[in-house]
């Protein structure tokens, strides 16, 4: 894949995972996990159902903490902080079933992501009115020129509800709320759930795309569809029971024959 | 405030010309005695409304609302004085608009808590409660100015109201929901077995004074004798200005946007930051707080208190008009207030099954209109504002 640059392994890592190990009773849905992304970095978390790969995002963002091991954003300890410290680190995610607020506009649903460049103050929100609709103005113009970068007409209708919207909509928005804060890392969560081909390929252009105008933005992805992996990852990483089964370019992990076992059930 | 430029006059006429219908429809309402006709004037004004929507006229109104909202608030003041006006020697009449104005404050309260950060509060009658009984005992015991008493009088209800945040916050759904009721039940049975608050009799409360203006005076100007509940009433629509212009100002800011957040989807709005215990507080607190000033105030417009006005039954009426008018739009709390409060008190015939007529509309409007009378629409942070 000749657009794929190759792995920035000189660039400084931006997450950095070791030993991270997750129970739920007896199962374990992470086994001592090392997991590095450096800046700037695309890679793919692939796996069978089950294999943990959703755990990770949970624990990484907080929602789950860690039995064992530690997980640190540019170098600051991160392991049993809580989503919203997270968040504030500059990790943002989307959510494999789609979790947008469906009554509530595309401006409204991006600004939930926008939450940490917001004056929350009482009494600004309430009484200094003006100021208010000078952040308000600039916030519009900044949500609208980023949802413009995926989809041009749906820039126009930034204050209609998102509940009447199509699967390829609701993931732009749900993509640009994990975007607007401009977070260094993003965690993808099957974006192509739900969607026919051309829609995923679609989407993958825009990732690829708004990727080029935030540097520096490095991308953790779980995906199942291999055609999607291959476009758009420099690296991947293979997860089975929790654990990791290997790791690698993309050609080298569908070559790999454990990958293969785990994945196509090949004997 | 925010004009739409070009079409000014056409945007305005829908809205205006409701506003001015519903206030003559209430001003004949309120002043005929005879039964059978309120019952057909009540019939007709159904008929009339279910008429506009099938002829799509309601549409428009709608429109004019989203678009004007800033000057249909003021006409919809000016008539609500108008009415006041019209029955400036009526007593009964006075005492039923000032009641019907701070019902709609109380409910405002209610709505921040319930219809934007998702807290359903089945209490909302004690914290009304709390504002009176601290009315009545300030007045008894202290000389604090009646103006400072109704910011104390919320500052009590947010206060008590606080003991439920633990339970409240450490719940969802339902479960906080019962949490409220219990405090209900016991706050009526703490009052009735209270000898201080006067047990099950209850509590004289003075009427209003403001530098020196006696509110329980009558008052004469010109010659024209004006009854003394028009006082109230006034103070009552200065309430009721603010606490709207808040609940407005709240819905579109930043914190309305927080509040929808966390109701909607409290783990989406935890991993992206939003401190989900602050927001839920503030709302909790800040509703008892315009339940606590309307109560207070409204102790003071009857002149007394008894545990039997603030019962769990008391609550569930709140809880009806909010589910009758449109959960989280203030003009469907508004109008749903002036339906509950009114229609039992002219329609004589009714008024021993009031409850069961609240249950029976509550569960018509869940069957056929879930989002209530006036649905709350899309958030507009400014009205009239366009990209």
Not at chain 1, 190 to 207: K, R, V
Not at chain 2, 7 to 13: A, V
Not at chain 2, 83 to 110: I, Q, W
Request: hydrophobic letters at 50%; proline letters at 4%.
């Amino acid at each position: 894949m000749t657009q794929n640059p190759a792995p920035r392994e000189e660039m400084p890592l931006v997450l950095e995972a070791r030993g991270l190990t997750r129970r739920f009773g007896g199962v374990l849905a992470l086994d001592h996990l090392d997991f590095d992304v450096a800046q700037g970095e695309i890679v793919g978390l692939i796996g069978p159902n089950g294999s943990g790969k959703t755990t990770f995002f949970n624990v990484i963002t907080g929602i789950y903490w860690a039995d064992a091991g530690h997980v640190s954003l540019d170098g600051a300890e991160i392991t049993r902080a809580t989503p919203q410290a997270i968040y504030h680190a500059g990790v943002s995610r989307t959510f494999q079933r789609s979790r947008l607020s469906l009554p509530l506009s595309i401006f409204d649903n991006i600004m939930i992501g926008n939450h940490k460049r917001l004056n929350q103050g009482l009494w600004f929100n309430l009484v200094r009115r003006q100021a208010f609709k000078a952040e308000f103005e600039e916030s519009f113009a900044k949500a609208q020129a980023l949802v413009e970068v995926f989809d041009p007409p749906l820039a126009r209708r930034m204050l209609e509800p998102v509940a009447g919207l199509p699967m390829i909509d609701r993931r732009r928005i749900e993509i640009c709320r994990a975007l607007i804060s401009r977070p260094q890392l993003l965690l993808l969560d099957e974006p192509s759930a739900g969607m026919t081909h051309e829609e995923t390929s679609q989407l993958m252009d825009d990732i690829l795309e708004v990727r080029k105008r935030l540097d520096g933005l490095s991308i953790v992805i779980v995906e199942h569809e291999m055609g999607v992996i291959e476009r758009i990852t420099n690296r991947c990483v293979v997860l089975n029971f929790g654990r990791k089964i290997a790791a690698g370019t993309f050609a080298e992990i569908a070559a790999d024959r454990m990958v293969q076992e785990a994945y196509l059930g090949l004997q | 405030m925010a004009l739409s430029g070009n079409d000014g006059g056409r945007s305005l006429l829908p809205g205006a010309a409701a506003v001015v219908l519903v206030t003559a429809f209430l001003i004949i309402l309120l002043r005929v005695e005879n039964q059978k006709a309120i019952i057909a004037l009540l019939a007709l004004g159904i008929g009339a409304v279910i008429a506009a929507n099938r002829l799509g006229l309601l549409k428009p109104v709608a429109h004019s609302f989203s678009e004007r909202e800033d000057a249909l608030g003021l006409l919809a003041i000016v008539a609500t004085l108008a009415v006041g006006v019209v029955f400036h020697e009526d007593h009964f009449v006075l005492l039923l608009v000032c009641t019907v104005v701070l019902y709609t404050v109380a409910t405002l309260g209610l709505s921040i808590q319930f219809g934007y950060a998702g807290v359903l509060n089945f209490a909302g009658a004690s914290f009304f409660g709390i504002g009176a009984y601290t009315a009545a005992v300030l007045n008894q015991h202290t000389a604090v100015p009646h103006l400072l008493m109704l910011l104390i009088g919320g500052l009590m209800a947010a206060l008590i109201g606080s003991l439920l945040l633990l339970p409240v916050l450490r719940t969802r759904g339902h479960y906080a929901a019962v949490v409220t009721i219990a405090f209900a039940l016991l706050f009526k049975t703490f009052l009735e077995v209270n000898d201080v608050l006067g047990g099950p009799q209850g509590l004289q409360v003075r009427g209003m004074t403001i530098l020196g203006w006696s509110f329980n005076d009558n008052i004469e100007i010109g010659g024209v004798e004006l009854s003394f509940y028009l006082n109230y009433f006034v103070m009552s629509m200065m309430i009721m200005v603010l606490a709207f212009v808040v609940v407005r100002r709240l819905e579109r800011s930043w914190i309305g946007l927080n509040l929808d957040a966390l109701r909607l989807d409290e783990t989406a709005a935890g991993c992206f930051g939003l401190n989900i215990v602050r927001w839920k507080i503030t709302a909790f607190l800040l509703g008892n707080f315009l339940i606590g000033v309307a109560g207070t105030l409204h102790g003071m417009v009857v002149g007394f208190v008894q545990p039997n006005n603030y019962t769990f039954a008391d609550s569930l009426v709140l809880v009806s008009i909010l589910l009758l008018g449109g959960i989280g739009n203030p003009w469907g709390v508004a109008v749903a207030t002036v339906i509950v409060v009114i229609v039992p008190e002219k329609l004589q015939v009714i008024q021993e099954y009031r409850f069961m007529l609240y249950a029976a509309l509550v569960m018509i409007v869940l069957l056929f209109r879930p989002e209530g009378l006036l649905p709350r629409p899309v958030r507009r942070y400014f009205p009239g504002w366009r990209p």
